[in-house]
């Protein structure tokens, strides 16, 4: 579920609150939105993928709430990775990543 | 009905689709193509609502040409139980290759970066790109997008066609009516709000709104579809458990868990009974470090489960359980009456995971192509029927007198003050459509029990929906609508008495050639089915052998 809004890197844009397909996130004046019904969180990771700053951590765990640390998130290249892994963020594209998997292929074969 | 009576908004349209998936997005488009004014309103956002914007799947994007279009309708023609139509397969085929390599087209994306016989396959692009794409080309073609506007209340006129839908926007805080000359529902399947990837919008509304509006429902004793993911996650991504080996709690390597190389549900199902499994993906292949990084690139929502818990899939051992991913990925849903996706009930037309997908899917899963092949066709068949119908109606249908059917869990009774707790029904429920004993493996007591059970739960969200905040109204609605689509579930699986498709019956162990038919269930406060013919006789198999594939 979702666990973290980084207060340091959130510009309260409210793209999360806009995408979050089961409307887990409320707008707050001036500040970053609020994680007002964590338990309503299907774990999509969807915020995470349009979250323009990557300031945002959804956990694994579906089902229940785990504690999680922000500098260790950073330390371990969590925060942001999904966006990443996607070729969503800034100077990357999901065409350089199909170019990847289309090399790889030619090398190992298509998987299945 | 306090909240939904305050001003709102409200719109007439020609043809309003209700969804916001593939299937809703397509059939969107497809009305528009064809001269319509369209809205369309999601529960969500349109481009992250639904299982497909947080998984993938690719659709089957293949030439007419014979000899490349049989293997895809008997791939699982057997396995469905020959209900599967290759009459419909035609069709959805052929509207498929004319427009899924619009997707790659609009989003300026190259050739995909498969080939199956020397011909793209169309599925590179992962669900929330290619959402992201469609989201734009509906805004495009000067369709109305109401995001976080849930449908609760189908309209009807005089006559009974269904007319246009009320709900509540959510995030505005005020009631929606649409009026419109037809209704497309592509608002998803029924997965209990198991949390299976993307699915808990999924909720089976679409199904009781249909039925209220007087539809009836077809397949849905082929609703017991579960898919394996890490224990505690959400990601039912199922293709790569063709590398798994599994192992009991000892370590013991499990075998028979995967058939002709693809993992067999149900004797997951049965070791998961006994005790705890585990998965490595090391077979196949999967232990050669290109091969993991090619697979890491191709399913980055699987991957990224595995990064945040901080394990490697290629070589430790991880724990999975079974989620149920109900008829999103199963067959269930309203039925289609006729060959432009539209249902029983005039004005009201039914597209992708809303529908049944028995017509290309038979009583099998069409996970991983078929069904994004049936969310395709059927979008683009229904959105063109609807603006169609929306011509032939002319001035007329916005001037018609409507009303709303929604009934239970939207209209307080008058006789009484108590209301029942929507998070205790939701409970209640998947205390009987969860567990892998009374929904896999099913038999006469197990379904009349759960029945029992969950009729007691009609009983009670007969009292009054709690409405006091946005939430509380969609969720009160949406608690109504599992307990209605589990009710239908296990109805239609006790009518039919043997084992086909999914449905298993351990009563019944054997396929009764006598039962080649279609159930058509329905019904709120009392249930009821019918045997639909299949109109095609069987097909016979072509020489090769028919490929088994569970994805």
């Known amino acids: ?63 229940e709430h785990v504690e999680v640390n922000e500098e260790d998130l950073i330390a371990k290249g969590l925060l942001g990775a999904y966006r990443r892994n996607l070729g969503w963020n800034k100077g990357n594209s999901p065409e350089i990543r199909m170019n990847e998997m289309r090399e790889l292929q030619r090398k190992v074969g298509a998987p299945f | 009905m306090n909240k939904l009576n305050e001003p709102g908004l409200e719109i007439n349209a ?68 020959h209900l599967a139509q290759h009459s419909w397969w035609d069709r959805l085929l052929d509207v498929t290759f004319e427009k899924a390599p619009k997707i790659y087209e609009w989003g300026g ?5 498969y080939n199956t ?16 794409i469609m989201r734009k080309q509906v805004k495009k073609a000067g369709v109305q997008i109401l995001d976080h506007s849930p449908a609760l209340e189908l309209l009807v006129d005089d006559e009974g066609a269904v007319s246009g839908a009320r709900g509540f926007q959510r995030q505005e805080n005020r009631p929606w009516t649409v009026k419109a000359a037809a209704v497309v529902m592509a608002s998803g399947g029924c997965a209990w709000l198991s949390k299976a990837l993307g699915c808990n919008t999924n909720t089976g509304d679409g199904l009781l709104m249909a039925v209220e509006a007087g539809g009836e429902l077809s397949s849905m004793e082929f609703s017991a579809h ?23 709690e000892s370590g013991k390597v499990l075998d028979g868990l995967t ?67 109900g008829t999103v990925r199963g067959v269930g849903g309203i039925r289609i009456a006729n060959k432009d996706c539209g249902t029983t009930v005039p004005g009201l037309f039914a597209a992708g995971d809303a529908a049944t997908r028995e017509l290309n899917c038979g009583g099998f899963t069409g996970g991983a192509g078929p069904n994004m092949t049936w969310a395709i066709g059927s979008g683009n068949i229904a959105g063109w029927a609807a603006a169609d119908h929306a011509r032939s109606l002319g001035q007329k249908a916005t001037e018609r007198n409507v009303r709303g059917v929604g009934r239970t ?55 009054n929906p709690v409405q006091g905040t946005a939430q509380e109204l969609q969720r009160s609605r949406e608690a109504v609508g599992l307990v209605a689509a589990a009710r239908w579930a296990y109805f239609a699986g006790l ?51 028919e490929v088994a594939v569970h994805a």
Not at chain 2, 109 to 113: G, I, S, V
Not at chain 2, 117 to 132: D, F, H, I, S, V
Not at chain 2, 226 to 248: G, I, L
């Open chain 1, 1 to 63: 579920m979702i666990e973290l809004i980084s207060q340091s890197r959130c510009i309260n844009c409210d793209i999360c609150v806009e995408v979050c397909p089961t409307n887990v996130f409320d707008p707050v004046p001036g500040e970053a939105p609020v994680i007002a019904r964590q338990s309503d969180c299907q774990t999509c990771f969807l915020c995470e993928a349009y979250c323009p700053v990557d300031a945002m951590f959804v956990a694994a765990e579906a089902h």
């Open chain 2, 14 to 81: 020609d043809v309003l689709v209700i969804g916001g998936g593939p299937a809703a997005s397509w059939a969107a488009l497809a009305a528009a193509e064809r001269g319509a004014k369209v809205v369309i309103a999601d529960k969500g956002y349109l481009g992250a609502s639904g299982a497909f914007a947080a998984s993938t799947s690719g659709a089957k994007v293949i030439p007419p040409i014979k000899e490349l279009r049989d293997p895809v309708k008997f791939e699982r023609y057997a396995l469905g139980g």
């Open chain 2, 109 to 113: 994306y190259e050739t995909p970066p």
């Open chain 2, 117 to 132: 016989n020397g011909r793209p396959a169309y599925r590179g692009l992962q669900g929330c790109e290619t959402m992201r």
């Open chain 2, 226 to 248: 579960y898919v394996p993911a890490p224990k505690h996650s959400s990601v039912t991504k199922s293709a790569y458990y063709r590398f798994a080996s599994f192992y009991d």
């Open chain 2, 259 to 325: 058939k002709n190389g693809h993992r067999s549900t149900s004797a997951i199902a049965k070791e998961l009974l006994k005790g705890k499994v585990y998965v490595t993906l090391n077979q196949n292949g999967a232990d050669n470090p290109d091969m993991q990084k090619l697979l890491r690139l191709q399913q980055p929502n699987f991957m990224n489960a595995f990064d945040k818990i901080g394990v490697d899939p290629f070589t430790e051992k991880w724990e999975i359980t079974l989620l149920l991913e």
């Open chain 2, 409 to 463: 869990g939207l209209v307080s009774s008058t006789e009484t003050d108590a209301t029942y707790d929507a998070n205790a029904v939701v409970k209640g429920v998947q205390e009987e459509i969860f567990p892998l004993d009374k929904n896999i493996f099913r038999t006469e007591k197990g379904l009349l029990d759960s029945l029992a059970k969950l009729n007691q739960l009609w009983s009670e969200v007969q009292k």
């Open chain 2, 495 to 545: 009518e039919r008495k043997e084992t086909r498709g999914m449905h298993k019956r351990l009563d019944y162990p054997q396929l009764d050639p006598n039962q080649r038919h279609y159930l058509a269930v329905g019904g709120l406060d009392k249930l009821w089915t019918r045997p639909v013919p299949v109109p095609e006789a069987v097909v016979p198999q072509p020489a090769k052998e």
